[in-house]
Nanobody, 125 residues
Framework: QLQLVESGGGLVQPGGSLRLACATS????????IGWFRQAPGKEREAVLC????????YYLDSAKGRFTISRDNVKNTVYLQMNSLKPEDTGVYYC??????????????????WGQGTQVTVSS
C-alpha cells in the first residue's frame, strides 16, 4: 500500500506562490506517475498536471501553463507542485495521486490507485 501525504498549502495573496509537496511512504517513487488534482467548493475534482515515471510532464489545465511546474525528487520520495502567480480561481483542495500500473499520466481520476488526503490552498486578499 502506497501512502501519499500532501503539504505546503495555505493562504496566499493573489500573485503569490506556494510549493506543494507530495511525500510517499516507499522508496519506489520513480516507478509511479504522480498527478496533481484540485477540487474547488461545489465543483468536480479536476486534473492539473502530472509527471510520468519517465519524467514526462503533462498539463491538463491551460491556466496552469506558464505558472505551475511539477518536479520529482526520487531521493526524498517527493513530488513538488510549484505554483506561481496564483489567482483566486486557484483556490481549492489539492490532491496528489499515484499510478503504478503503467507509470503514465492521465487526467482521469479512475486511473490513479493511491490518493493523498489533500491540502487546502486559498488565494485571497
Amino acid at each position: 500500500q502506497l501512502q501519499l501525504v500532501e503539504s505546503g498549502g495555505g493562504l496566499v495573496q493573489p500573485g503569490g506562490s506556494l510549493r506543494l509537496a507530495c511525500a510517499t511512504s516507499r522508496p519506489t517513487l520513480d516507478y509511479y506517475s504522480i498527478g496533481w488534482f484540485r477540487q474547488a467548493p461545489g465543483k468536480e475534482r479536476e486534473a492539473v498536471l502530472c509527471i510520468s515515471s519517465s519524467n514526462v510532464e503533462e498539463y491538463y489545465l491551460d491556466s496552469a501553463k506558464g505558472r505551475f511546474t511539477i518536479s520529482r525528487d526520487n531521493v526524498k520520495n517527493t513530488v513538488y507542485l510549484q505554483m506561481n502567480s496564483l489567482k483566486p480561481e486557484d483556490t481549492g483542495v489539492y490532491y496528489c495521486a499515484a499510478d503504478g500500473d503503467y507509470g503514465e499520466c492521465a487526467r482521469q481520476t479512475l486511473v490513479y490507485d493511491y490518493w493523498g488526503q489533500g491540502t487546502q490552498v486559498t488565494v485571497s486578499s
